[in-house]
């Protein structure tokens, strides 16, 4: 039993051994990555006094990536691009340093600037919540109070404006609702007067065919009244002639006669055709225009 006792406190003792071992290895590692973290931001230093921006940048990336729990490298970089105009880029650095800023100093430090650089891009909202984060960190800073002060204040003219301009939207949109149905109903109403004035057109000219076919209708039957008194005439004229004797012809006979009675006989047809002839003129004379005496 003292021999199982014994091994255990071996182990335990290798364990920890091996764990301290383990500890100061990456102590020393990390200490060797804050040391050469230190030496790029040296560097970055010394090239932003050169103003050499592109140098400096790449020194700060360097210094991050080397010691990525170091809060001082992105805080710098995020100053060195906040005095350049470059807020996105402020911001998104100063966000990391606060994020792993291991005192309050630094949290309150890297917050107020987050801050600065979404008043930049007139992010009011966000900087209201970063100014929050750093009031939490340090409550006595006046400076961070007032800034919180002007936040809200710009946040609230911007919610304004922004109802303002919707409001402003909605009467614009319902104005171009109004004028697009009233050019619509212009065009309805121009469309119905082309297809009435097409309806309209239409019935005059059917009008006027039916006028021309009532005139050329009026016309034939003029010209067959005027066919059919012709060809009534025309009978009458062949009726009377059928009543004439034919001159030169032989008319049949009913027995033999004495000259005497041929001589009578062709007196008295001589004195009927004179008769039928007379009438006849005075027939065509009752038709015919009498001409004035004068030409005038």
């Known amino acids: 039993m003292s021999f199982l006792r014994g091994s255990l406190f071996v182990i335990f003792g290798f364990l920890f051994s091996f764990q301290v071992a383990a500890q100061q290895q990456n102590d020393k590692e990390r200490e ?19 103003n050499n921006f592109p140098e400096a940048e790449a020194a700060y990336r360097k210094a991050i990536a080397r010691d990525a729990e170091n809060s001082t490298a992105p805080y710098n970089m995020g100053n060195m691009y906040y005095t350049r105009e470059n807020s996105p880029q402020a911001a998104q650095r100063f966000r990391q340093a606060a994020e792993v800023a291991d005192t309050k100093t630094a949290k309150h430090e890297a917050n107020h600037n987050l801050g600065n650089a979404y008043m930049k891009q007139k992010k009011y909202q966000e900087a209201v919540d970063a100014y929050k984060d750093a009031l939490r960190n340090n409550p006595t800073d006046d400076e961070t109070r007032y800034n919180l002060a002007l936040a809200k204040k710009m946040l609230e003219q911007q919610q304004q404006d922004q109802n303002q301009d919707g409001g402003d939207n909605e009467n614009q949109d319902q104005e171009n609702q109004d004028q697009e149905n009233q050019d619509q109903n212009q065009d309805e109403d121009q469309e119905n007067k082309e297809n009435q004035d097409q309806e309209n057109q239409g019935e005059g000219e059917n009008e006027g065919d039916k006028d021309q076919q009532n005139k ?41 006669l004495s000259p005497e009675q041929i001589q009578s006989l062709l007196e008295a047809m001589n004195n009927e055709e004179r008769k039928v002839q007379d009438k006849i003129n005075a027939e065509k004379q009752k038709g015919a225009k009498v001409k004035s005496e004068k030409d005038w």
């Open 32 to 50: 060797q990555a804050r040391k050469e973290a230190l030496q790029f931001m040296q560097e970055a230093d010394e090239a932003l006094g050169e």
């Open 216 to 256: 050329d209708q009026e016309e034939k039957e003029g010209d067959q009244d005027e066919k059919d008194q012709q060809d009534g005439q025309g009978d009458q004229e062949e009726k009377e002639k059928e009543k004439q004797p034919q001159q030169g012809q032989p008319q049949p006979t009913q027995g033999q």
